[in-house]
């Protein structure tokens, strides 16, 4: 009965310590996924900035007449812009309606939506809008519009707001707004593009 009494402790001691191995090894294992999870969303999986480029801007309906003695100038102009956006995450960026604005003397004469859509990762997509100049919102501004044509060179800008999302393994959302503007002047009598110049920026 000694011998039976002396071994019991020995048997809990052994059973003590697998414990204390499998809770030591289950712990070290939770602690080292940790540690990579949260290497992976510093790394890899944080999120960046998409960003949107202005490829190409082109004149189309134009038609400008200029009246004398009484100086009357009329403009039926519409702006195609290419935008190319850049999604620069190691997910895909779905992105809502998008709103391209025209303004000229930093007030809005034109406005265009973008259609939503789906970003791959690490990838590019092209983004099409067409924005016809309002001329009675130039109306206010005829004179500087008179100099401007007169002197051969119209400066307008386009501000560009596209709200999306980036989603890492289903779990991780991060919400984001990309957005740019270019400034370019539209040549006269030519009327092509010159100077073009883009400022982007993403809000996480």
Request: charged share 20%; hydrophobic share 45%.
């Amino acid at each position: 009965m000694t011998e039976t009494n002396d071994q019991l402790p020995s048997k809990r001691q052994r059973r003590r310590r697998c414990c204390f191995i499998v809770g030591g090894v289950a712990l070290f294992l939770v602690l080292l996924l940790f540690i990579i999870i949260l290497i992976l969303v510093l790394t890899v999986f944080k999120a960046k900035e998409p960003k949107v480029d202005l490829v190409s801007a082109t004149l189309d309906g134009i038609s400008p007449r200029i009246s004398f003695p009484v100086i009357n100038i009329q403009l039926n102009i519409s702006l195609n812009l290419n935008l190319l956006v850049h999604n620069r995450n190691y997910a895909s960026f779905k992105h809502g309606a998008g709103k391209t604005s025209l303004l000229y003397q930093d007030k809005q004469i034109g406005e265009a939506d973008l259609y939503p859509g789906v970003i791959p990762s690490r990838g590019s997509a092209p983004l099409a809008c067409r924005l016809t100049i309002e001329v009675d919102e130039l109306a206010s501004d005829m004179t500087e519009l008179i100099q401007d044509v007169l002197a051969g060179q119209l400066v307008m800008e386009t501000r560009t707001s596209i709200p999306g999302r980036v989603t890492f393994l289903g779990i991780i959302k991060k919400h984001a707004v990309a957005t740019s503007a270019c400034r370019f002047t539209i040549a006269f009598p030519a009327m092509k593009i010159q100077n073009q110049e883009c400022r982007s920026k993403t809000k996480l």
